[in-house]
């Protein structure tokens, strides 16, 4: 069918039903009642919801929100509401099926009789969301060893340093480097040194606990954030950690692939860059001591 022999709705009424969506009307009382007065679209949004119900009472749709989703909405419609600014949102619904759907949301308030009325739009952007989180671990995943890489490390470290900072707890970090992995690589062909990285994140996650986040910096170099770890456990930890892999056949023989790590603890207020230096002066030492040791400075 030609665009100009397709049947021309004669109002927005004919449209509504067609639209990709729906549009709606919200309300809130003063006393905090919420409904939705004018519920109208297609698409998949709130394909589950009892719309009729829905122009009574708008607990259908907002109770189902689960954890950080319920407060999350509650606050942006709590801030559109006292400065009249458009409500621009998304949340996560539950659907009978156990998978999620996200609806995005963008209405514009305005004051009504006793309360706030929203009129707005709502749209399924499900599949543009899994894709955006599936670019997002693309973005912090290291390619080769799938653990996470520099970028992400550094995200979560600054996170744990403002935890560390603001709780006065302890944390510390692990700089570690294969030793000689050139000669991994000449004897035993790039393959196989792919081999000995892959085997290596594994058996590191193994030996560390799960809230120690292990990332491969790039080559042969990898970090460890371990948060409420002193300086001294650490040091313990890294040692084991050292002495395990010296002890393990990685597919090149027993005592192939050993590792020099360097080890500090956050000084409270620190900039990370700082923290970094000091990790690799750290690891500078152990190469320097003669290798497959762990340096600490403190
Ligand atoms: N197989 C493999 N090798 C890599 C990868 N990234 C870096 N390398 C190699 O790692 C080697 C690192 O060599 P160097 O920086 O000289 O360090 P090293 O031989 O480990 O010596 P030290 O660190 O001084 O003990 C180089 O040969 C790089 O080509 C990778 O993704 N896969």
Redesign the pocket.
Known sequence: MSVKDMPIPLSADGLVPLIPGVIFQFYRSSSGHMKFPYLEGGGNALGHIDRVQLAHDAGGLLEPLTGSEYPRVMSAIERSARWMLPLTTRFRLPTPNAKSQWIAVSANPAPASDGVLWTGMMMDITDQVIEEQRLRRLCDTDA?TGLPNRRKLMKHLSHLASLSARHGTPLSIMMI???????I?DRWG??Q??E??RQLATKMKALLRCEDMVARL???EFMVALPLTSLQQCHKLADQLRKAVSQHDFSVGTGEVTL?IGVTEYRCGEPLKNLIERTDQALYSA?DVG?DCVCLLS
Do not use: A, Q
């Open positions: 080769l480097d294969i030793d000689h992995f050139k000669l690589n790039h393959l040194g792919d000995v990285l790039g080559g042969e020099s190469k290798r």
